[in-house]
């Protein structure tokens, strides 16, 4: 028998009207990785802020114990001393500050009790090129997209040199490359003798890079498997209590009319004159049908849909038509006004007001209309997000939650129900199913299909490919700011979309 390096026996913690942890137990080997999986909510983020030091004793219950002995964290930087690196799933870096900044935040080399800037740079230099990161240490944050800001999150939890990593969600805003890329870096952790804990819902990649596998449900630990003892259906059905079959609706589209028509969408990055992220990009979306647009991350397809919707800087160009009548979009207020409703990537810059309730924010983009023809009538309000609440199966205690305190998946659920209560004609979905679980997502795809169904144009933006491909009727393709595809359901094959997507293959239909 192995003894283990990190033992959390028993844990308990509860908010108010939420027992999110109800006896979970966990044990961290020396050089494994260890995926904790789990529906939305099921408690796997909290978990990991007990043992970060987040919630301190006596905040919860239970025993945390490190080498043979008990601790107890009384703070992150305590947890942090013990070894103990952690990435969140929420990103929490500091957008103003440049990339090497973030990574020594709180830990900059310092010479005569002032920040050595030199050393600074450098070491998040050479951190950089060891991680393989072609992300320059000066530029600041906010320049960045968001899965390059998750990579930063990942440099900085291992300039840490932590003998415990552990990654909440860490691949939800990667491309495939980088995927790749972290896995490298993990597989040398490991064998470095690190011990993980890799929290994802991507369970191929749990498959793929675990060693072993712990299931939480409801607060409670189902079991641990060693990986290959078991499978993803037995994993599946361990976390949702049932079993799961077809994940993609059968999708019965009638096209409609055209409702919406972009032409000559261009797009400026603004941090650096002259360099396009988007170039002459046009589309149409017609009335009950799925438009997916593919793409590597980084091929301008959120810049695209943020530029129509009057929220990109950089727009340099855009016809835009709605039932074929030309419109002026020049704020994200003018598009709403004429139907088009967008779930955004980045929950929370765009999306969600935290420290609101999950009402609030979801009646937020529609309450203008609301107040204004109508007399606001909070209890029909109310009603309407219960509904939409249970319809998306948002776990919650009610709609007067504070949407900060719900896990990554519901608060992606909130936003969503948000943009559906707008009543919109054209809804833009930018990964709108990231961090969500199997079982919640088949509940979007299957929400997804029943708005195009009742007469929704939908264009989707999905990293996940097989998710594109799976809801879309039409799709097209980016690379480098340009469309170099163009795809029926019954043409896009993985094959052919990826290769338009890496820029190998050049318009196919
Ligand atoms: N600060 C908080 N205040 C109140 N309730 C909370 C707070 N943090 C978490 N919860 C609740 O505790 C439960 C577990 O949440 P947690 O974030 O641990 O889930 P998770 O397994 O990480 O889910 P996801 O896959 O969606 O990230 C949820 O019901 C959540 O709403
Ligand atoms: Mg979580």
Not at 96 to 110: C, K, M, W, Y
Not at 259 to 268: D, L, M, P
Not at 387 to 400: E, G, T
């Amino acid at each position: 028998m192995i003894s283990p390096l990190l033992e959390m026996k028993e844990i308990t913690k509860s908010f108010p009207g939420v027992k999110a942890l109800d006896g979970v137990s966990l044990d961290l080997r020396t050089g494994e990785i260890h995926a904790l999986v789990g529906e939305n909510g099921a408690g796997k983020s909290t978990l990991i802020k007990i043992l970060a030091g987040v919630y301190p004793h006596p905040e919860y219950g239970g025993e945390v114990v490190l080498e043979g002995s008990a601790r107890r964290f009384a703070s992150v930087r305590d947890s942090e001393q013990a070894g103990i690196a952690v990435i969140y799933q929420e990103l929490s870096l500091v957008k103003d500050l440049s990339v090497a900044e973030n990574i020594f935040l709180g830990r900059e080399p310092r010479r005569f009790g002032i920040i050595n800037w030199e050393e600074l740079y450098s070491r998040a230099q050479k951190l950089l090129d060891d991680l393989h990161l072609t992300i320059d240490p000066h530029s600041p944050v906010r320049n960045l997209g968001i899965g390059q800001q998750q990579l930063v999150e990942i440099a900085k939890a291992l300039s840490q040199n932590a003998r415990i990593v552990v990654l909440d969600e860490p691949t939800a805003a990667l491309t495939d490359a980088e995927v790749e890329t972290l896995f490298g870096i993990l597989n040398d952790l490991r064998a470095r003798g690190v011990a993980m804990i890799y929290i994802s819902h991507k369970l191929d990649e749990v498959f793929h890079i675990s060693d072993r596998i712990t299931v939480l449900r409801d607060g409670k630990t189902i079991d641990t498997t060693p990986t290959a003892e078991t499978d993803e259906p037995r994993v599946i059905g361990k976390m949702v209590g049932r079993a799961v079959d077809q994940i993609f609706p059968d999708a019965k589209h009638d096209r409609g009319e055209v409702v919406f028509e972009v032409r000559n969408v261009t797009v400026e990055d603004p941090s650096v004159p002259g360099k396009l992220l988007v170039d002459q990009v046009g589309f149409t979306a017609h009335k009950g049908e799925v438009l997916g647009i593919a793409g590597l991350m980084g091929s301008g397809r959120s810049e695209l849909l943020m530029a129509i919707f009057g929220a990109h800087p950089g727009r340099k160009s855009a016809e835009i038509l709605v039932d074929g009548k030309q419109i002026q979009i020049a704020k994200p207020a003018d598009a709403i006004k004429h139907g088009i409703g967008f779930v955004t990537e980045d929950r929370k810059r765009y999306g969600l007001i935290l420290d609101q309730t999950i009402l609030k924010n979801m009646t937020l983009a529609c309450l203008r209309r609301v107040s204004g023809r109508f007399v606001t009538n909070e209890d029909a309000e109310a009603a309407a997000g219960e509904r939409a609440a249970s319809d998306l199966r948002i776990k919650a205690p009610s709609v007067f939650t504070v949407a900060g305190t719900l896990s990554g998946g519901n608060q992606q659920k909130v936003v969503l129900a948000k943009w559906l209560l707008t009543n919109p004609r054209v809804l833009f979905l930018d990964e709108p199913t990231r961090g969500i679980d199997v079982g919640a997502k088949q509940e979007i795809y299957a929400q997804i299909n029943r708005l195009a169904e009742s007469g929704l144009a939908i264009v989707l933006v999905s990293s996940e490919l097989p998710e594109v491909l799976g809801l879309s009727d039409l799709v097209i393709v980016l690379h480098e700011g340009r469309v170099t595809g163009e795809f029926t359901r019954s043409q896009a094959t993985p094959e052919a979309v990826m290769s338009c997507a890496t820029g190998h293959a050049r318009r196919a239909a």
